[in-house]
């Protein structure tokens, strides 16, 4: 079976731009894996031979409620459908409420999330990354997405465990 790997979190954190440096067509549609809906947006990526699929969301604010709900609803799907969770969060924002509610949510799905820490280009990482080591998740990444840097790691470690 071919991974299936979600990406959520807040809105602008840079589920979209990790969506497009894991995909090897953009917003290449997968339409052909049977279970999966096509309201999220499915990416076909491949990691040295290993075939993954990856689903980009709309994000989550932790306001499951009202004009959010749809949005969440999406996400939640895509934590279902996924073997593994991304959790990504904004490296120069910082941790953030909003960020919180999210864990608490991942947490009581108990599906296993990875802490994505992005935008950590700029900075030293290990600063960007040592606000959310609170949220309490025990296995943490540092990437740049915009500039494709400490992806082809995450991926060599997230493919690995499978
Ligand atoms: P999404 O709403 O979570 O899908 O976030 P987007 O992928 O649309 O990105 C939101 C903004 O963050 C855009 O302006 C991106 O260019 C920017 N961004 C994404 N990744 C990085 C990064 O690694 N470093 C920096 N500095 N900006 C980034
Ligand atoms: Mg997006």
Redesign the pocket.
């Given at each position: 079976m071919t991974p299936v790997i979600a990406l959520v979190?807040?809105?602008?954190?840079?589920?979209?731009?990790?969506?497009n440096q894991m995909t090897r067509s953009r917003d290449a549609l997968v339409a052909d894996f049977p279970g999966l809906t096509r309201d999220r947006k499915y990416g076909d990526g491949n990691y040295e031979g290993r075939r993954f699929i990856v689903i980009?969301t709309g994000?989550l604010t932790g306001d499951e409620a009202g004009l959010d709900a749809e949005m969440a609803r999406q996400s939640m799907q895509a934590v279902e459908e996924a073997d593994i969770v991304l959790f990504?969060v904004d490296g120069?924002a910082g941790l953030t409420a909003g960020d919180e509610m999210i864990a608490d949510h991942l947490r009581r799905t108990g599906k296993k999330a990875h802490l994505v820490v992005?935008?950590?280009?700029?900075q030293d990482p290990d600063v960007a990354a040592a606000d959310f080591y609170a949220l309490g998740f025990e296995s943490v990444y540092q990437?740049?997405?915009?500039?494709n840097?400490g992806i082809r790691s995450m991926l060599e470690l997230l493919l690995g465990e499978l």
């Open positions: 979190g807040r809105p602008n954190v840079g589920k979209s731009t990790l969506f980009d994000g990504l120069r992005n935008k950590t280009d700029g990437i740049a997405a915009a500039h840097r």
